[in-house]
């Protein structure tokens, strides 16, 4: 990777970094609930992917579920910051 790639990568990623803690902070105190169910379905998810079989193919599905309703629950907090007047 050249040096302008790395730069440009390390960028990228504080710029995610930063981003992902405000998103945070901001779901924790606004959307506690919401700010749980990441969590939880992230462990879920890292669970999932570590584990050994593949139980007849339920553990893809499962893995496979528990990224949509993460993505769900990203698409719900945009919503909520689209329609903010609605959450006060």
Do not use: D, N
């Not at 981003?19 to 998810?45: D, N």
């Not at 593949?54 to 910051?81: F, I, N, W």
Request: glycine residues 10%; proline residues 1%.
């Amino acid at each position: 990777m050249s040096g302008k790639h790395v730069v440009t990568a390390v960028v990228a990623l504080a710029v995610g970094i930063v981003t992902g803690v405000s998103g945070t902070a901001w779901t924790q105190g606004r959307h506690p609930h919401i700010a749980s169910a990441q969590k939880s379905l992230a462990a879920a998810e890292k669970q999932l992917m570590e584990a050994v079989h593949h139980y007849g193919g339920h553990r893809a599905r499962a893995l496979e579920l528990t990224q949509q309703a993460r993505a769900e629950l990203r698409e719900a907090l945009e919503y909520a910051r689209t329609h903010a007047g609605e959450f006060e």
